[in-house]
């Protein structure tokens, strides 16, 4: 069993569902402690962050990742314990085996191995971890951003380990992601009996043609990079449940993921005009879980697509789709944020789980895109 494997299985083993570190935390402390890496440990709220630093000098390279896991759903279902990590047909299996706890684990065993080999390397190496990626992330990474700000403590390059690979491991690298715009949107009419529509004001009925051009709008035409920005509804309540009384209100919960060719505002104050056009009584809030970001060609793409090729032997595909992550409270500092990690496929399933052969590969691409950086 490598190293790697190992360290995967201790932290699969810990029940860390979001935002309960249990001990993983603890546990990546003291093999970093071990390799040299000063160690600092910040709770806020009920929420685990680590910062873990080796070297004072730029330039500042960092692993970012998280330990927390959404639930397993039924447990009953899972071919085994989804906290026991349990090894099938060279797959390992278990929650966070994708997402993200066997990218930790190569982190830190590609790092023990530059180290070993590199004594004399260029500027620092540094670890963010959080509990709080697949919850809230309000106490999480964008937390340890702002105390690093305060301190003047740059990041240059980061490198955060998000299952990004779509068919084998290293295939796909995100170089940035969409932002997300969400809307709780609550249209107010007047109840009354059915049979006596006069009497009353539908609301579900005032918001249909409403409902229709936010649907059919063009936020943008999207770029290079990015997809067309995406209105989409992902729910809708009005009623008693009596199927005789028309409901005095609806509420709609949609969201956007936006490219860089939409800012936030623009998308705010467009939705309000087409509300507004339709003469509706409504209420609207709003919920921004982060803007879009992306990293241009520069060092770290360029160490990456190397490092990828080396043990690869393949050209890996730069993409922004899929959701959010915590890159995008690390890129508005100036840094160079990349996501490399496990196959996505299992990712948030029933049996999440990774090739044994593919984590060992995560892990020489994490140490060849070290020793591209900052070997001497």
Not at 11 to 25: A, N, Y
Not at 49 to 64: D, S, T, Y
Not at 197 to 206: E, G, K, M, S
Request: charged content about 20%.
């Amino acid at each position: 069993m490598t190293t790697t494997l190992e360290l995967t299985k201790q932290l699969i083993s810990r029940p860390s569902v979001t935002p309960d570190d249990q001990g993983c935390q603890k546990l990546i402390a003291e093999h970093l402690q071990a390799l040299g890496f000063d160690i600092e440990h910040h709770r806020f709220g009920e929420v685990d962050n680590l910062w873990a630093r080796r070297g004072k000098q730029p330039p500042l390279f960092v692993f970012a990742g998280h330990t927390d896991v959404v639930p397993p759903g039924p447990v009953d279902q899972w071919q085994h314990d989804p906290f026991v990590p349990t090894i099938s047909a060279n797959t390992l299996y278990g929650r966070g085996a994708a997402d993200m706890k066997s990218s930790i684990a190569a982190m830190i065993c590609a790092c023990e191995k530059f180290i070993e080999n590199n004594t004399d390397y260029k500027g620092s190496i540094a670890f963010l971890i959080t509990s709080d990626e697949e919850g809230p992330a309000v106490d999480g990474t964008v937390k340890i951003v702002e105390l690093l700000q305060q301190r003047n403590e740059n990041i240059d390059w980061c490198l955060v380990g998000e299952p990004t690979s779509t068919d084998t491991v290293g295939d796909v690298v995100k170089n940035g992601r969409r932002g997300s715009l969400s809307g709780t949107l609550r249209i107010i009419g007047t109840q009354g009996h059915i049979a006596y529509p006069q009497l009353a004001d539908n609301p579900v009925h005032r918001l249909a043609p409403a409902l229709n051009d936010l649907v059919n709008e063009q936020w943008d035409n999207g770029n290079d990079f990015f997809p067309p920005t995406s209105f989409q509804i992902s729910n809708i309540n009005a009623g008693t449940g009596a199927n005789n009384v028309i409901p005095g209100c609806v509420e709609i919960l949609f969201n956007l993921r936006f490219s860089t060719e939409t800012t936030e505002d623009q998308i705010r104050h467009r939705i309000e005009q087409i509300l507004d056009s339709h003469e509706l009584n409504y209420k609207l809030t709003w919920a921004l879980s982060g803007n879009p970001f992306l990293t241009p060609a520069g060092e770290l793409i360029d160490a990456t697509r190397a490092a990828i090729k080396q043990v690869r032997n393949f050209d890996t595909e730069l993409s922004t789709s899929g959701g959010t992550s915590d890159g995008r409270f690390i890129a508005p500092t100036g840094a160079q944020v990349l996501e490399l990690g496990p196959v996505n496929a299992s990712i948030h399933k029933i049996d999440e789980n990774i090739d044994i052969d593919e984590l060992e590969e995560l892990t020489e691409i994490y140490h060849e895109i070290l020793m591209q950086l900052l070997a001497r």
